[in-house]
Structures are given as C-alpha cells and as structure tokens.
C-alpha cells in the first residue's frame, strides 16, 4: 500500500496518495482536491509544487546531483559529446553508432535556412539583442514550416526535432554576424555540429580559416552541460506553451523569451557584467557581498543561489575547473577569473549565504570561458539557449506523447468585491 497523506477541514478528511519517484523524491498527488473539498493550493513560483511526471532529467539539489536519463552529468561531460547528449535526452537512450551516424546525417541533411529568414534577420538593426532575434527567427520557422507535428508519428516527430536541432546553430550564429555587421555564413555540412557553430560565427572568408579545437571541445561540453536541468523556468514555458497546442517552433521560441531574464539564463551576461563593475570598481570584494545581502539594494549577487540547488551546483564544479583549463590551454590570464574565485570565497565564508544555501549556479563561471573563447557577453544567454535547445525538445516531446491536460493554474482573488457599474456623473 502506497503511503498517503491526510487533510482535515471543516471537521471532513481528506486523503490523498504519495507518488514516489524512481530516485526516491516524493509528491501529493492533490488532483482531485478542489473537487473534493473546493480549495486549491497557493504557491508562488511553484517552489513546492510538481507540474509533472517525468523521465528525463533528475536533480538532486540537496546533494547536488544531476542527470540526464540516469547518467550523471560527469560522466556525460567527460565522455560524450553534445550530439550525443542531444540523442540521449531526446530518445532516452545513448545511441549506438549506426543510430549515432544516421542522426549526424539527418542534422546536415537538415542544415538548410529559407532565404527568406536571412532577410528577417536583415530586418533588425545590429543593435539588437541577439536573444530577441534568435526568439523571433525561430518563431519564424513556423512560417517555413507550417505543418503542425504529428506527434503520434515517430517519423513526423523525428523530422520537426531534427530541423529545429539542424538550423538552431544556425540562426544563432547568424544573431551574433548580425550584431558584429559581419557578412552572413553559410553552414559547412562536412564539419561536425559544434565545429560548424564555431566557423558560422567566426569564419572570416579566408580561405585557411580552422577553428582552434580547443574552442570546439569547450564548447561542446558547455553545451553538454546547458542540456537540460527538468522543470526550470524556461523548460516549464516550454511544456506550458506546448500545452495548449501550439506548435513546437512557437513553444521553443517561447522557452528563449523566459531564458533571457537576468534571474534565468540571462545570469550569464549579468555575471560578467558584475565582475566587470567590480574589476573596474577596484574588486573591493565585500562590499559588493555586503551590498548583495542588503535588502534595501536590489543588487544580487548573479550566479549565486539556485532555487533547486541548495549545495554548489555540479555543473559550476565542472565549468569552473573547465574554465581554468581553457584559459590555460589558451595562454590567457583574466583578472576577471580570479575576482569570480575571490568572490566565491568570500561569499561561501559569509554566514548571509551559509545560512541561506547560496552557491555558484551554472552561470557563474561559464561567462569567463565564453569571454577566453571571444564570445561576447550579449551572445552568452545565446549559448545556453543552444545548449538548452535538446533538453526544451526533450520535455515539450514527453508532454505532448503523454497526453497531458492544457496548463491552466488557479488563483486566490484579493480584488474589489462585487459592486455595480457608475456612471460618470458619479465617479
Ligand atoms: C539558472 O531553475 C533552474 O534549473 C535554472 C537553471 C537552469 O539550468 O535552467 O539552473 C539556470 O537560471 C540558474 C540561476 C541563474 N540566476 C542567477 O544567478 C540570478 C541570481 N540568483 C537569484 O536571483 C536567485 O537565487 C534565483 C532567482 C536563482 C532563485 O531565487 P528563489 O529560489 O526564488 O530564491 P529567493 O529569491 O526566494 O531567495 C531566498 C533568499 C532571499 O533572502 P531572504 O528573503 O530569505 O532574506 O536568498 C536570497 C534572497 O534575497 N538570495 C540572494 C541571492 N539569491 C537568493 N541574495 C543575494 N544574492 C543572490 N544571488
């Protein structure tokens, strides 16, 4: 007999059943409570409530455990490859080499953008942020694409995935050509996915242009790590959007818009931003802690706190030591990793952030190697929404093959009570 959990009110009892995951995390099943007793649930920003089954990603913020279907994230980083990690989350299972293979194949066969995007990208001005841009080229693929998926149809499904994955790199690529007024590149199908992304955005014209591997193999596990991280804000527009049946290129442009903010995705710009003022400010350490813990000043602390992750986040661990590889395989000495490693430490040693479990989340450190590997800052969320990209599919597949019910929350209502109309004479 599953454990239960009881609700008395009004003099009445309620039960209602404890679901258990395959991990061991546990859930009230509470979807029949309205009917039952007519009250529902309040809590803002979801901190304790469960949208859904699922069998992609596990996190264990406690521990600070992560993985992709069952694999732990250290292991993939170490030993896969961001393609294939695209294949994992989006399958469930890791591909053998002739499923690897025709999956490669079918992203190049795929590669191909209507010109008439490259004209919507020419529409916007350089100036653009190229996290707008990037939202609305891929909402613009809908255009090009208008068949809605059949997600019934393995073969319907594998072809809507497959373009979205093939062109992504892209569009992306292109939003930051845009941005430095450079001539749009053209995808290269004899490269690999990430090698392609390299030269798209930094080919120029010469004819020995090589991308640098190092910047390749940094890229590819930034993006490995980026994957997927289960019901995060822009994950859950994903499923929400996709919900209601709206395609998958609007739902997926849905999911960029929510990863842009500067308490998602968008942290990754904001770090860089704030260790920069620090730099410039004279990198007096705690004062900027000292500012993050006042609640007078809005200022916080990016990269720090997780709402999940209440341990340092695994994938800060590994970008961290990632970031001091590259920077050394790249003879480069930013003053601006060792403010990021002195504000680490002085944070971790204040009672403010013990107390309250802040730790460096995933975007604390990987601005430093976008910086190493000349990213600029505008184009880091840009990177973690390409990273993102499998795991955003992944999540919209599973909702949409298992039937979901459309998102609809409910709400307590503190307005105005009932009252009559006045006319203008009166008010
Ligand atoms: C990502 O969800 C995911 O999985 C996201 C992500 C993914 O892979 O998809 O992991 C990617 O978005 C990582 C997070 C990137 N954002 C930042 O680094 C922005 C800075 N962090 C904060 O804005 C905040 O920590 C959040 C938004 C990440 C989490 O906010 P919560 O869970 O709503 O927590 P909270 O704001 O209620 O904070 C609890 C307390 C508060 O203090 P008290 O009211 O208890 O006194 O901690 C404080 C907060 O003021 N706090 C911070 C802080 N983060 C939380 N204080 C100073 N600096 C910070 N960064």
Redesign the pocket.
Known sequence: MSETVKIIYQGKEYEYPVIEGTMGDKGIDISSLRLDSGLITLDP?Y?NTGSTLSKITYLDGEQGKLMYRGYPIEQLAEKSSFVEVQYLLLYGELPTEVELEKFKASLKDYSFVNDRVRKILNGFPSTAHPMGVLASLTGSLTAFNPKVVDVAHAADMFHAVTRLLAKFPILSAWTYRLSKELPISESDPSLGYVENFCQLMFSNQKKDFKVNPVIVDAIDKLLIL?AD??Q????STVRLVGSSHAGLFTSISAGISA?WG????G?NQ??IEMLETIKTGGGRLQKWVDK??D?DDEF??????????KNM?P?AKIIKKAADDVLEQLGIDDEVLDIALGLEEVALKDE??IE?K?YP????YSGIIYRALGIPKEMFTVMFALG?LPGWIAQWKEMRQTDQPIGRPRQIYTGATTRDYLPMSER
């Open positions: 920003g901190k980026h991280h289960e995060n804000c822009s994950a990863l500067a308490r998602h995705g942290a904001a770090v993050a813990k609640k916080r602390l990016m990269g720090f706190g997780h709402r999940v992750y986040d994938r403010y952030f309250r802040l989340n995933v975007d604390f993102r």
